[in-house]
């Protein structure tokens, strides 16, 4: 059974920092794209905020480029989201997401709300 376990959302005011981070466990991680999504109060759809690919290779939404950094380390399983600079429009319930490249099912998080307020 694959289980995506996110930690480390909370409260920062505007400017601050947070670290996300997603183990997985029951599935070959190191095979997968590892991706963030978000959902934002009052929308229906999640968005892609970054994701990196099995060979380490990232991409990220326009809105965060530059402030988010999105890693991984197989070692670990683990995929990880660096957050600065946070802004009050990055409030959101942030998923981890599993990719297959080669088709398949994805996985999902549970959610960890990140709430962005002075």
């Known amino acids: 059974q694959v289980q995506l376990v996110e930690s480390g959302g909370g409260l920062v005011q505007p400017g601050g920092s947070l670290r996300l981070s997603c183990a997985a466990s029951g599935t070959s991680f190191s095979t997968y794209y590892a991706g963030w999504y978000r959902q934002a109060p009052g929308k229906h759809q999640r968005e892609l905020v970054a994701v990196v690919t099995r060979g380490g290779t990232t991409n990220y939404a326009a809105s965060v480029e530059g402030r988010f950094t999105i890693s991984r380390d197989n070692a670990k399983n683990t995929v990880y989201l660096q957050m600065d600079s946070l802004r009050p429009e990055d409030t959101s319930v942030y998923y981890c997401?599993?990719?297959?490249?080669?088709?398949?099912?994805?996985?999902w998080g549970q959610g960890t709300q990140v709430t962005v307020s002075s």
């Open positions: 997401n599993l990719h297959p490249p080669l088709g398949g099912f994805d996985y």
